[in-house]
C-alpha cells in the first residue's frame, strides 16, 4: 500500500527555523517526484514545489522561491521542507503529494495526511 | 503562471442533484488538467486527472470533461458523501496552479 507519512504538529515562533518531513513506503521511492502544497487557514491550496527524489532536482513556484527548501533523503525514503525564518504568514497546512505520469499527463495521486504549521510569538 | 479560475465558488445542493463545475485556464492547457476532492479536515483526493480519465477507486458519477481553456467536473447523482470542496490543478507547465476552489454544500 502506497502512503505518504508526514510529522506531526509545529508551533514555533518568528524567526525560527523548522523542517518538516514526508516519508514514502509501499512503492519506488525514487521513481515518483515528491510535491509540496500549502493549504492557509480555510483557503485554497498553493504549489510550493517539488523534487526528483532520483537526483533531488528541484522546481519551485516563484512565490516561495527563496523562503523554503526542498530535500530528499532518499536513504530513508524521506521528503522535506524546510524554512530558515518563519513569519506568521507561513501558518498553515503543509501536503506532501506523489506525482504520478502516464502519457505525459502527470496528477497527485497520493498525498500525506498533513502538517499543521503554526508561527505565533 | 497559468490562472486557473473556479466557478461558482460555492454552491448548495441536495442529494441527487446534478452538480456541475466549471474551471477556466487563463490559456490553453490542452487536458493538461486535474480535479481534486477535499473533505473538511482531511487531505485532497485525485478524482479525475487528463481532463477526463477517472482515478481508479472513484465513483463512476463523477466525470469530467474538457480541452483547452474550458473544463468541466460533473457529479450526476450527489450523494452525502461529496459534500466537500472541489479544486481544479493545471499539469501543463509549473508552478502547478490550482483553482481557488468550490464548497458544495447541503441545501
Redesign the interface.
Known amino acids: 500500500e502506497v502512503q505518504l507519512v508526514q510529522s506531526g504538529v509545529e508551533v514555533k515562533k518568528p524567526g525560527e527555523s523548522l523542517r518538516i518531513s514526508c516519508k514514502g513506503s509501499g512503492y519506488s521511492f525514487t521513481s515518483y517526484w515528491i ?1 509540496w ?1 500549502r493549504q492557509m487557514p480555510g483557503k ?4 510550493m ?2 523534487i526528483d527524489p532520483a537526483d533531488s532536482y528541484t ?5 516561495f522561491q527563496g523562503h523554503v527548501t526542498i530535500s530528499i533523503d532518499k536513504s530513508i525514503s524521506t521528503a522535506y521542507l524546510q524554512w530558515s525564518s518563519l513569519k506568521a504568514s507561513d501558518t498553515a497546512m503543509y ?1 506532501c ?1 506523489r506525482r504520478y505520469c502516464s ?1 505525459g ?5 497520493y ?4 502538517t499543521l504549521v503554526t508561527v505565533s510569538s | 503562471d497559468i490562472q486557473m479560475t473556479q466557478s461558482p465558488s460555492s454552491l448548495s445542493a441536495s442529494v441527487g442533484d446534478r452538480v456541475t463545475i466549471t474551471c477556466r485556464a487563463s490559456q490553453s492547457i490542452s487536458n493538461y488538467l486535474n480535479w481534486y476532492q477535499q473533505k473538511a479536515g482531511k487531505a485532497p483526493n485525485l478524482l479525475i486527472y487528463a481532463a477526463s480519465s477517472l482515478q481508479s477507486g472513484v465513483p463512476s458519477r463523477f466525470s469530467g470533461s474538457g480541452s483547452g481553456t474550458d473544463f468541466t467536473l460533473t457529479i450526476s447523482s450527489l450523494q452525502p458523501e461529496d459534500f466537500a470542496a472541489y479544486f481544479c490543478q493545471q499539469s501543463y507547465s509549473t508552478p502547478r496552479t490550482f483553482g481557488q476552489g468550490t464548497k458544495v454544500d447541503i441545501k
Open positions: 510535491n502544497v485554497g491550496l498553493d504549489w514545489g517539488r522546481n519551485y513556484s516563484p512565490s501536503y503529494a502519457g499527463r502527470c496528477q497527485l495521486d498525498w500525506g495526511q498533513g
